[in-house]
């Protein structure tokens, strides 16, 4: 049962640099998954991807396309579903407010609690009063089951979070992202990538580039002769 208070969750790790550069701006930017995430939840995101697989095969089979309105990439569904995976601490197949919460955190979103309330309410369901997350809510605390039902104490199953994240992710601003991808590299706050922190990003992704390649990356994308490559820079190379 999720606690009254929002529950303490392992973050997410940081997420991968391109090993080009310029990268490609990541589909999302949050809190990392934690190494220290158990084996269930892996479990539950593999075994909904594999689900999913089987119903996008089936579909396809009949002619069918894939239900997929706010038009996101394979990887960012795996994303949104393995995210929903972690935070449902129960794994009953249900996530609550808290958990809702800092799922939608782990992928970028950080909304505030009206926002929140407002979603739980278009679509989420009332627990079932068999599983731990109703208790005290719904038949457990004296209560009616025909008790209206808090906005704060309703459920969403996984195709309701991947509705919701999916169009959250689709109406991101292409700036900020790319703006989000620059500080992944800029982890100083300077205002410019140097070749310092190519360096950085070269060890932490064991890809052993040569520093006559890392100086070659800024010489190239270095249009002002600064020593690096400027904000605004970035934004024009990402974007084309």
């Known amino acids: 049962m999720a606690s009254s208070g929002a529950p303490t969750h392992p973050n997410f790790p940081s997420r991968p640099y391109s090993s080009t550069f310029p990268p490609k701006a990541p589909e999302r930017n949050g809190p990392a998954f934690g190494a220290s995430s158990h084996t269930a939840s892996r479990d539950t995101a593999r075994i909904e991807r594999e689900r999913q697989e089987r119903e996008r095969a089936q579909r396809e089979a009949a002619g069918a396309p894939a239900p997929n309105p706010y038009n996101i990439t394979d990887e960012q569904r795996d994303e949104i579903t393995e995210a ?3 935070f449902d601490v129960d794994k009953d197949g249900r996530i609550d407010y808290h958990e809702f919460k800092v799922a939608l955190k782990a992928l970028g979103f950080e909304l505030p609690k009206s926002e929140i309330l407002a979603l739980l309410v278009a679509h989420g369901i ?3 009063p068999a599983t731990k997350k109703s208790r005290g809510i719904i038949g457990g605390g004296g209560g009616s089951n025909r008790d209206p039902v808090p906005p704060g104490r309703l459920v ?3 195709q309701a979070f991947l509705s919701i994240a999916a169009k959250l992710i689709s109406e991101r ?3 900020e992202e790319i703006l989000r991808a620059f500080a992944l590299f800029d982890a100083d706050d300077k205002g410019i990538i140097s070749l310092d922190d190519l360096r950085r990003v070269s060890r932490e992704l064991g890809e052993g580039l040569e520093e006559d390649e890392l100086v070659a990356m800024i010489d190239e994308f ?4 600064k020593g ?3 904000r605004e820079e970035f934004v024009g190379i990402c974007m084309g």
């Open 222 to 225: 270095d249009l002002e002769g």
């Open 173 to 175: 601003d292409p700036r």
């Open 84 to 86: 929903y995976g972690l």
């Open 228 to 230: 690096g490559v400027g």
């Open 156 to 158: 969403l199953t996984v």
């Open 126 to 128: 009332p627990p079932d």
